[in-house]
């Protein structure tokens, strides 16, 4: 027993009850399917998920979407869109106007399904002044209950764990063009290539990757409890099949993954 999340799970449950109908953004990620999941059981109204996919969103996010959404009984959408002008120029507030642009769609299919509310996965661990998510949501009235109800990562985890969400262990994500250093512009194609970059050495067993461009090379971070001897040495054997992916250079990071807010980098998620 946890009285403390028993407390937090209450106030989530209080919030949710108070919201009459509703839209939520699901990414595909563990925060925003916990969020959809407890809503579905306490909003009065109806709930409609809705996950917006443009080439900077993993396959693997898309698929985890859909899966999440059909084994959990959820309402599903899934709106194909592309990437705005404003997030292809790759600016340092990229992540901020992608935001915009994502729940400015969103405003439009609440209106015109007559929903009451915009709900999204932000949780304590993530709602800091510096965070473009967090600033675009207050920006356009975006309701972040797992906030409000003092809910963090951790917290969500054991939640998860307790309903019987058995995405709980799932790691982290975050678009595509998160992978490309700021001012370098947002390709398709180089899109492309980093997500089946990835997929290839997640098919190896590596469940936390992320494919870093740099120039025409890659950079290769492993996630922390994976970044062994061992598990480099082996992703180093794949570097020849890895630059047949369209890589001049393929080099592995020996600090692996550290996530942005740690690293100060306010680029990923």
Known sequence: MNPKLDEKEKALVTILQNIQSC?????????????????SKHVPGRVLCVTISDPSTPKSDLESAR???LKH????????????PEVRANNTDRCYRCKLQLFAKLEHVRA????TAILDGENTSDSHDDRPGSRAARKCGIMSPLAEAGLDK???RELAKK???????RPPSACLSSRIPFGTPIDDDVLGKIDRTE????SKGIRMIRARVE????RLELGQEENTEGNRAMVESLAPEIAKLGWERVKIDPGGYVPAGLRNRKHEN
């Open 215 to 218: 120039g025409k090379g890659l």
């Open 67 to 69: 899966n999440a959404a």
């Open 163 to 169: 309903h019987g969400i058995t995405e709980w262990a």
């Open 23 to 39: 839209i939520i953004a699901l990414s595909g990620g563990l925060d925003s399917l916990l969020l959809t999941v407890m809503a």
């Open 199 to 202: 997929e290839y050495i997640r």
């Open 112 to 115: 015109r399904e007559g929903l």
């Open 154 to 156: 951790e917290d969500i």
């Open 73 to 84: 009984g959820l309402e599903h959408m899934v709106i194909i869109s592309d990437i705005h």
